[in-house]
C-alpha cells in the first residue's frame, strides 16, 4: 500500500508560482512513476505531468508546458510540481499518483495510487 499526501497548495494571484509537493509513504518509491493530475470544478481530471522512476524521462499535457516543471527526490520520497506563470485557469485541486509500472504514462487508468489532493486557485 502506498500512501500520498500532498502539499504546497493555496491562492496566488495570476502570473505568480507554487510548488506542490507530494510525499510517498513506501520503501520503493524508485519503483513508481509519479504523475500529476488536476480537477477543476464541473470538469472532469486531467492529466498534468507525468515523470519516470529515475527522473530522467517527463512529460507535460501542452496546457502547462513550458510553464510547470516535475522533478522527484528518490532519497526524499517526493516527488514535486513547480508552477511558474499561473493562470485562472490553472485554478483546481492538483493530485499526486504513483504509477506501479515505473514507466510513465498521461493515462488516469495506469495509475494505482492517489492522494488526496490539494487545492489551487489562481485569481485574476
Same mark, same amino acid.
Given at each position: 500500500?502506498?500512501? &500520498? %499526501?500532498?502539499?504546497?497548495?493555496?491562492?496566488?494571484?495570476?502570473?505568480? $508560482? &507554487?510548488?506542490?509537493?507530494?510525499?510517498?509513504?513506501?520503501?520503493?518509491?524508485?519503483?513508481?512513476?509519479?504523475?500529476?493530475?488536476?480537477?477543476?470544478?464541473?470538469?472532469?481530471?486531467?492529466?498534468?505531468?507525468? %515523470? *519516470?522512476?529515475?527522473?530522467?524521462?517527463?512529460?507535460?499535457?501542452? $496546457?502547462?508546458?513550458?510553464?510547470?516543471?516535475?522533478?522527484?527526490?528518490?532519497?526524499? *520520497?517526493?516527488?514535486?510540481?513547480?508552477?511558474?506563470? &499561473?493562470?485562472?485557469?490553472?485554478?483546481?485541486?492538483?493530485?499526486?499518483?504513483?504509477?506501479?509500472?515505473?514507466?510513465?504514462?498521461?493515462?488516469?487508468?495506469?495509475?494505482?495510487?492517489?492522494?488526496?489532493?490539494?487545492? %489551487?486557485?489562481? $485569481? $485574476?
Amino acid at each position: 500500500q502506498v500512501q &500520498l %499526501v500532498e502539499s504546497g497548495g493555496g491562492l496566488v494571484q495570476a502570473g505568480g $508560482s &507554487l510548488r506542490l509537493s507530494c510525499a510517498a509513504s513506501v520503501r520503493t518509491f524508485r519503483s513508481y512513476a509519479m504523475g500529476w493530475f488536476r480537477q477543476a470544478p464541473g470538469k472532469e481530471r486531467e492529466f498534468v505531468a507525468t %515523470v *519516470n522512476w529515475s527522473g530522467g524521462r517527463t512529460y507535460y499535457a501542452d $496546457s502547462v508546458k513550458g510553464r510547470f516543471i516535475i522533478s522527484r527526490d528518490n532519497a526524499k *520520497n517526493t516527488v514535486y510540481l513547480q508552477m511558474n506563470s &499561473l493562470k485562472p485557469e490553472d485554478t483546481a485541486v492538483y493530485y499526486c499518483a504513483a504509477d506501479s509500472s515505473s514507466s510513465y504514462s498521461a493515462s488516469e487508468g495506469e495509475y494505482d495510487y492517489w492522494g488526496q489532493g490539494t487545492q %489551487v486557485t489562481v $485569481s $485574476s
